[in-house]
């Protein structure tokens, strides 16, 4: 049997060659279970040494794959890369900076063997992460799991050991916009959760900032839920409401008790928070029409520059 090991890197040149040593410690465990090996960096556009390194490990063992884009088109194109390249009857896929330990592997495997089609791990603590990001992070997933049908669990890493079927599945999924930890959800399959505390990198900084982490959480709930657009119909509805009601007051204090109307500092008021809900729900309908634009597109999810 082979185990595909796919390894997404951008600017990961320090963490290449570790994390291969840290992953050969369970060479016992791979001729144990007789699993053969295959271990794909994908290289996201670096603009360090990562595939140098890579190139070196290759010379010294021919097992360890690279597919190098020709520009940075983000992990989930790097994701998509690496299962699509993949042979193996078992695929993992494990982050370059050993937040996702190999060394949990093994009880991964062990799921597997009693039949689960997808092994998955979650932080259970989000130690030594900014206290406002963690905060964010957790009104994320909440939000997402009241607002969208597909269960998108708190804490869950792209860590995954799945069957090939998992592995097919997911790339019958051809969207341009993807979101890995929705597509997981989605596909379903019969899943083990593992846990575990979290990991600190071992070199290197990470290539995630808040700002980037928002728009990530921006195309998450669009992949995965229309209820932006419910909220800009319920607004539009609730406003016209709101208006017709204004109009009758004014009309009836004008007939009866010959009141006039309010001056020009409650109509700029009135325009503006009226204007500001319009251009709202415009933002939240160009999202959308933006996404379909890029699908309908059909320009290829990432391009390689170099694969050995």
Known sequence: MLLSVIVPCYNEEENVPYFYEELMKLTPFFEEKKLDLELIYVDDGSKDGTVSEVKKLNEKDDRVKLVSFSRNFGKEAAIYAGFSKSKGDYVVMMDADLQDPPSLLPKMFRYI????????????????EPVIRSFFARLFYK??????KTDIVDGARDYRLMTRQVVDAILSIGEYNRF????????????????YENVERTKGETKWSFWGLFLYSIEGIIAFSTAPLAFAS??????????FVIIITII???LFWQDPTSGWPSLVCI???????????????GQYM??????????????VKEEI
Not at 119 to 128: L, N, P
Not at 271 to 285: D, R
Not at 294 to 303: A, M, S, T
């Open 113 to 128: 063997e009693e039949g689960y089609d997808s092994v998955a791990t979650r932080r259970v603590s989000r130690k030594g």
């Open 143 to 148: 939000l997402i799991n009241k607002i969208s």
């Open 180 to 195: 890995s930890k929705g597509i997981f959800g989605w596909v379903g399959f019969n899943t083990k959760w593992v846990e």
């Open 234 to 243: 319920i607004m539009g509805v609730l406003f016209c409401v709101i208006a």
């Open 252 to 254: 009836v204090r004008s």
């Open 271 to 285: 325009i503006s928070m009226v204007s500001g809900v319009q251009l709202l729900c415009l933002g939240i309908l």
């Open 290 to 303: 933006s996404k379909t634009y890029l699908e309908v597109k059909h320009r290829p999810i990432y391009l």
